[in-house]
Protein backbone atom coordinates (compact mmCIF):
# COMPACT_ATOMS: atom_id res chain seq x y z
CA UNK A 1 0.00 0.00 0.00
CA UNK A 2 1.41 3.31 -0.86
CA UNK A 3 0.44 6.81 0.67
CA UNK A 4 0.71 10.06 -1.52
CA UNK A 5 -0.67 12.89 -2.40
CA UNK A 6 -3.51 13.27 -4.84
CA UNK A 7 -3.18 15.11 -8.16
CA UNK A 8 -5.88 16.13 -10.27
CA UNK A 9 -5.78 12.74 -12.35
CA UNK A 10 -7.15 11.04 -8.97
CA UNK A 11 -10.75 13.23 -9.08
CA UNK A 12 -12.83 10.44 -11.03
CA UNK A 13 -11.69 7.90 -8.33
CA UNK A 14 -12.13 9.86 -5.14
CA UNK A 15 -15.27 11.05 -6.77
CA UNK A 16 -16.63 7.06 -6.95
CA UNK A 17 -15.52 6.37 -3.41
CA UNK A 18 -17.22 9.28 -2.11
CA UNK A 19 -20.23 8.45 -3.23
CA UNK A 20 -20.80 4.74 -2.72
CA UNK A 21 -19.12 5.85 1.04
CA UNK A 22 -21.96 8.40 0.91
CA UNK A 23 -24.60 5.30 -0.36
CA UNK A 24 -23.27 3.13 2.11
CA UNK A 25 -23.20 5.07 5.14
CA UNK A 26 -26.03 8.24 4.72
CA UNK A 27 -29.13 6.28 4.29
CA UNK A 28 -31.50 7.82 6.77
CA UNK A 29 -29.60 10.72 7.00
CA UNK A 30 -30.03 12.10 3.09
CA UNK A 31 -32.93 11.08 1.53
CA UNK A 32 -32.81 8.03 -0.95
CA UNK A 33 -33.93 9.65 -4.23
CA UNK A 34 -30.96 11.97 -3.46
CA UNK A 35 -28.59 8.89 -3.02
CA UNK A 36 -29.67 7.02 -5.75
CA UNK A 37 -29.40 9.94 -8.21
CA UNK A 38 -26.81 11.66 -9.83
CA UNK A 39 -24.60 12.14 -6.93
CA UNK A 40 -21.62 10.73 -9.07
CA UNK A 41 -21.62 13.94 -11.34
CA UNK A 42 -21.83 16.03 -8.55
CA UNK A 43 -18.96 14.56 -6.29
CA UNK A 44 -16.69 14.43 -9.73
CA UNK A 45 -17.53 18.02 -10.14
CA UNK A 46 -16.54 18.84 -6.58
CA UNK A 47 -13.01 16.64 -7.10
CA UNK A 48 -11.98 18.20 -10.15
CA UNK A 49 -11.96 21.67 -8.53
CA UNK A 50 -10.75 20.62 -5.91
CA UNK A 51 -7.63 19.11 -7.68
CA UNK A 52 -7.66 21.08 -10.16
CA UNK A 53 -7.29 24.21 -8.18
CA UNK A 54 -6.74 23.65 -4.49
CA UNK A 55 -6.05 26.42 -2.01
CA UNK A 56 -2.60 26.00 -0.29
CA UNK A 57 -4.22 25.36 3.03
CA UNK A 58 -5.59 22.08 1.12
CA UNK A 59 -3.97 18.80 1.51
CA UNK A 60 -5.53 15.54 -0.01
CA UNK A 61 -4.23 12.39 1.12
CA UNK A 62 -4.75 8.35 -0.74
CA UNK A 63 -3.71 5.15 0.06
CA UNK A 64 -4.09 3.28 -2.99
CA UNK A 65 -2.72 -0.77 -3.75
CA UNK A 66 -1.80 -0.73 -7.36
CA UNK A 67 -3.96 1.29 -9.53
CA UNK A 68 -6.84 0.95 -6.99
CA UNK A 69 -7.98 3.40 -4.18
CA UNK A 70 -8.47 2.15 -0.50
CA UNK A 71 -8.90 5.75 0.81
CA UNK A 72 -8.77 9.17 0.79
CA UNK A 73 -8.39 12.36 3.80
CA UNK A 74 -9.08 15.73 2.63
CA UNK A 75 -7.99 18.35 5.34
CA UNK A 76 -8.11 22.22 5.11
CA UNK A 77 -5.50 23.84 7.29
CA UNK A 78 -6.16 26.73 9.69
CA UNK A 79 -9.96 26.31 8.66
CA UNK A 80 -11.37 27.71 11.97
CA UNK A 81 -9.55 30.57 14.38
CA UNK A 82 -10.81 28.17 17.39
CA UNK A 83 -10.73 24.52 16.29
CA UNK A 84 -7.89 24.33 13.63
CA UNK A 85 -7.38 22.06 10.70
CA UNK A 86 -10.23 20.50 9.81
CA UNK A 87 -10.67 17.05 8.04
CA UNK A 88 -12.78 18.24 5.37
CA UNK A 89 -13.66 13.83 4.18
CA UNK A 90 -11.94 10.52 5.42
CA UNK A 91 -13.39 7.60 3.23
CA UNK A 92 -12.37 4.08 3.43
CA UNK A 93 -13.11 1.12 0.96
CA UNK A 94 -15.28 -1.28 1.85
CA UNK A 95 -11.92 -3.77 0.89
CA UNK A 96 -9.40 -1.58 2.88
CA UNK A 97 -11.60 -1.46 6.05
CA UNK A 98 -10.10 -2.68 9.11
CA UNK A 99 -7.02 -2.85 8.27
CA UNK A 100 -5.70 1.01 9.72
CA UNK A 101 -6.07 2.65 6.57
CA UNK A 102 -8.41 5.36 8.45
CA UNK A 103 -6.33 5.50 11.40
CA UNK A 104 -2.97 5.78 9.01
CA UNK A 105 -4.63 8.79 6.49
CA UNK A 106 -6.49 10.55 9.99
CA UNK A 107 -2.35 10.41 11.33
CA UNK A 108 -0.68 11.67 8.48
CA UNK A 109 -3.15 14.35 7.61
CA UNK A 110 -3.01 15.28 11.26
CA UNK A 111 0.86 15.18 10.74
CA UNK A 112 0.54 17.60 8.02
CA UNK A 113 -1.53 19.95 9.82
CA UNK A 114 0.54 20.41 12.90
CA UNK A 115 4.21 21.00 10.43
CA UNK A 116 1.87 23.19 8.08
CA UNK A 117 -1.18 24.81 10.40
CA UNK A 118 -0.18 24.55 14.19
CA UNK A 119 -3.14 25.42 16.07
CA UNK A 120 -5.74 22.40 15.66
CA UNK A 121 -7.74 19.57 14.14
CA UNK A 122 -11.04 18.92 14.32
CA UNK A 123 -14.00 17.08 12.05
CA UNK A 124 -17.77 16.90 11.75
CA UNK A 125 -19.61 13.52 11.42
CA UNK A 126 -23.19 13.19 11.42
CA UNK A 127 -24.95 12.11 14.69
CA UNK A 128 -25.92 8.82 13.19
CA UNK A 129 -22.76 7.61 12.21
CA UNK A 130 -22.06 5.89 15.25
CA UNK A 131 -19.32 3.49 13.82
CA UNK A 132 -17.37 6.54 12.76
CA UNK A 133 -18.06 8.62 16.51
CA UNK A 134 -16.88 5.15 18.14
CA UNK A 135 -13.43 5.40 15.78
CA UNK A 136 -13.15 8.83 16.40
CA UNK A 137 -13.18 8.31 20.05
CA UNK A 138 -11.18 5.52 20.02
CA UNK A 139 -8.29 7.27 17.78
CA UNK A 140 -8.32 9.90 20.36
CA UNK A 141 -11.08 13.07 19.75
CA UNK A 142 -13.51 14.02 21.64
CA UNK A 143 -17.37 15.13 20.87
CA UNK A 144 -17.50 19.13 21.39
CA UNK A 145 -21.41 18.73 20.88
CA UNK A 146 -23.92 18.98 17.67
CA UNK A 147 -25.06 21.54 15.23
CA UNK A 148 -27.48 21.19 13.27
CA UNK A 149 -27.10 21.60 9.61
CA UNK A 150 -29.09 21.75 5.73
CA UNK A 151 -28.59 18.31 4.29
CA UNK A 152 -27.27 18.60 -0.05
CA UNK A 153 -31.23 17.49 -0.61
CA UNK A 154 -32.99 19.88 1.57
CA UNK A 155 -33.58 18.27 4.46
CA UNK A 156 -31.73 18.67 7.98
CA UNK A 157 -29.52 16.59 10.27
CA UNK A 158 -27.31 16.82 13.53
CA UNK A 159 -23.96 16.60 12.84
CA UNK A 160 -21.13 16.68 15.93
CA UNK A 161 -17.46 18.18 16.64
CA UNK A 162 -14.92 15.76 17.38
CA UNK A 163 -11.78 17.51 18.37
CA UNK A 164 -8.32 16.44 19.14
CA UNK A 165 -7.02 18.23 22.02
CA UNK A 166 -3.40 17.25 20.66
CA UNK A 167 -2.57 15.00 17.87
CA UNK A 168 -0.41 12.93 20.04
CA UNK A 169 -3.13 9.59 20.25
CA UNK A 170 -2.71 9.50 16.03
CA UNK A 171 0.98 10.05 15.90
CA UNK A 172 1.54 5.73 16.42
CA UNK A 173 -0.77 5.77 13.44
CA UNK A 174 1.81 7.81 11.27
CA UNK A 175 2.97 6.09 7.93
CA UNK A 176 6.44 7.07 8.65
CA UNK A 177 6.32 4.95 12.56
CA UNK A 178 5.11 2.17 10.49
Same mark, same amino acid.
Given at each position: ?12 ? $???? %? ?5 ? &? ?6 ? *???? /?? $? ?5 ? =? +? ?11 ? &?????? /? ?15 ? +?? &?? =?? @? ?25 ? %? %????FYLWVLDQNAHARRFY?? =? /??? @???? *? ?8 ? =?????YVWPTIDPLRTFASES?
Amino acid at each position: MLLREATPTDAGA $IARL %HTDSWRR &TYRGAFSD *EYLD /GD $IDSERLA =V +WAERLTSPPDSQF &TLLATK /GDQLLGFACSFGAEDPT +WG &TL =VD @NLHVAPEGSGKGLGRRLLADSALWAEQ %H %HPGGFYLWVLDQNAHARRFYEH =V /GAQ @NEGP *EQIATPDGGE =VTQLRYVWPTIDPLRTFASESG
